[in-house]
């Protein structure tokens, strides 16, 4: 398996804010300039399937895997022969905040999906993370 993580520690986060902006997946093309569309028809929770489509890619189907409440959530995308994890939580220690995003990819051609899909998601977490950030204090 291969798995990549990116974190962010924020002071001072608005956690409550951060999270719903974070969940609201039919909006996630307002705030992150590689996504053409994201759309789930119900509240994001376990077992939830959002359609979702990269600029220049195809669209995909995620399955929320695991579902936390403000705390995290993983979604899971299924290629041929190849499993692909996204981990998005919030780690809270006093009044520092950490926001991680954990990729990883599993399966006999997980190394041809990593090669064309999960390292440029890697590549962009840390102007995804600035994004949201941005995005919520913009409110």
């Known amino acids: 398996m291969w798995t990549r993580s990116y974190s962010l520690k924020v002071e001072n986060l608005d956690l409550e804010k951060t999270w719903h902006v974070w969940i609201d997946v039919n909006n996630w093309n307002t705030w992150q300039d590689d996504i053409e569309f994201a759309k789930l028809d119900t509240n994001m929770k376990l077992g939830s399937k959002i359609s979702f489509r990269p600029k220049g890619g195809p669209t995909v189907e995620l399955e929320i895997v695991e579902f936390v ?19 998005h939580e919030f780690l809270v220690t006093g009044n520092m905040t950490e926001i991680r995003t954990t990729m990883s990819i599993e399966g006999p051609l997980a190394f041809i999906w990593k090669a064309i899909v999960a390292r440029n998601i890697v590549k962009d977490l840390p102007k995804q993370t600035s994004a949201l950030i941005e995005r919520v204090s913009r409110g």
């Open 69 to 87: 409440e403000k705390k995290k959530f993983t979604d899971l995308t299924r290629f041929p022969l190849a499993r692909m994890y996204g981990a």
